[in-house]
C-alpha cells in the first residue's frame, strides 16, 4: 500500500542548477502536502507545504508544485548548494476527518555535487 | 529552536526482550506522535497522543506496542517482546495543534530518532 510514491531514490545535481524531486500520490483525499529534508544522524525537518487549493507555494529558494489532476507535486531547488544534499521526503496528509497523521513517500537522497 | 529529543540513540536488543524508547517533546506542545522507519523503507506513523491517551494507531502499533506519558515531559514507546522486524529508526514527533489545519499552521517536529536493532 504505497500511497504516496518517491520514485527516484537518488538524484545528483550540479551546483548552482536546479533539483527537481518528484512525489505521486494515490489517495485522492489527501489535501495538504509537506517536504520535509532529512540529514543523517537527525530527524526529519520541515521543508515547506502546499494546500491542495494551490498549485504552487513558494519559499526563497524552494518552490513546490502541485497537480491534482495527476496526483503529482514536484519540489523544486534552485539555484542548489553542497548544503542541501540530504533526504528529502515528500508527506501528504487530510486535513479534516479522523486520519490526520503524515503519510511519507520513502525519500530521494539528493546530492549536490560543488 | 526547541527541538524534540530521543534516547538512546541506540539500541541493540536481543529478540524477545523489552524494550523502552523515550522522547522529550517540545514543552507547549500537547500532540505527539511515534514514527518508524525500517531502513531503506519510508517513515511510517504508528501512533498519535493527546491528553494522556491514544488518538490514532496503524495496524503497525499492535499488541506489542504501548506508549505512556508517565510525567510532564516524557513520552514512551515500549515494546514488550521485539521481534527482529522491528529493528528499525524510532522517530518521536510533536506538535502545538491537532493534524493538518487548511492554513498549514500545524507541522509536525520530529527527534532525531532511536535506532533499535533487534538480533
Known amino acids: 500500500d504505497q500511497q504516496v510514491k518517491q520514485n527516484s531514490p537518488s538524484l545528483s545535481v550540479q551546483e548552482g542548477r536546479i533539483s527537481i524531486l518528484n512525489c505521486d500520490y494515490t489517495?485522492?483525499?489527501?489535501?495538504?502536502f509537506l517536504w520535509y529534508k532529512k540529514y543523517p544522524a537527525e530527524g526529519p525537518t520541515f521543508l515547506i507545504s502546499?494546500?491542495?487549493?494551490?498549485d504552487k507555494n513558494e519559499d526563497g529558494r524552494f518552490t513546490v508544485f502541485l497537480n491534482k489532476s495527476a496526483k503529482h507535486l514536484s519540489l523544486h531547488i534552485v539555484p542548489s548548494q553542497p548544503g542541501d544534499s540530504a533526504v528529502y521526503f515528500c508527506a501528504a496528509a487530510i486535513s479534516s476527518g479522523s486520519a490526520r497523521q503524515l503519510t511519507f513517500g520513502s525519500g530521494t537522497q539528493l546530492t549536490v555535487l560543488p | 529552536e526547541p527541538e524534540v529529543t530521543q534516547t538512546p540513540s541506540h539500541q541493540v536488543t536481543q529478540m524477545g526482550q523489552e524494550v523502552i524508547l523515550r522522547c522529550v517533546p517540545i514543552?507547549?506542545?500537547?500532540?505527539f506522535y511515534w514514527y518508524r522507519q525500517i531502513l531503506g523503507q519510508k517513515v511510517e506513523f504508528l501512533v498519535s497522543?493527546?491528553?494522556?491517551?491514544?488518538?490514532?494507531k496503524s495496524e503497525i502499533f499492535d499488541d506489542q506496542f504501548s506508549v505512556e506519558r508517565p510525567d510532564g515531559s516524557n513520552f514512551t514507546l515500549k515494546i514488550r517482546s521485539t521481534k527482529l522486524e522491528d529493528s528499525a529508526m524510532y522517530f518521536c514527533?510533536?506538535?502545538?495543534?491537532?493534524?493538518?489545519?487548511?492554513?498549514?499552521?500545524?507541522?509536525?517536529?520530529f527527534g532525531a530518532g532511536s535506532r533499535l536493532t533487534v538480533l
Open positions: 497522543f493527546y491528553n494522556n491517551e491514544i488518538s490514532e
Open positions: 502546499i494546500s491542495s487549493i494551490k
Open positions: 514543552s507547549n506542545h500537547l500532540y
Open positions: 514527533a510533536s506538535s502545538k495543534i491537532w493534524g493538518i489545519t487548511p492554513s498549514g499552521a500545524n507541522v509536525l517536529t
Open positions: 489517495n485522492s483525499m489527501f489535501d495538504y
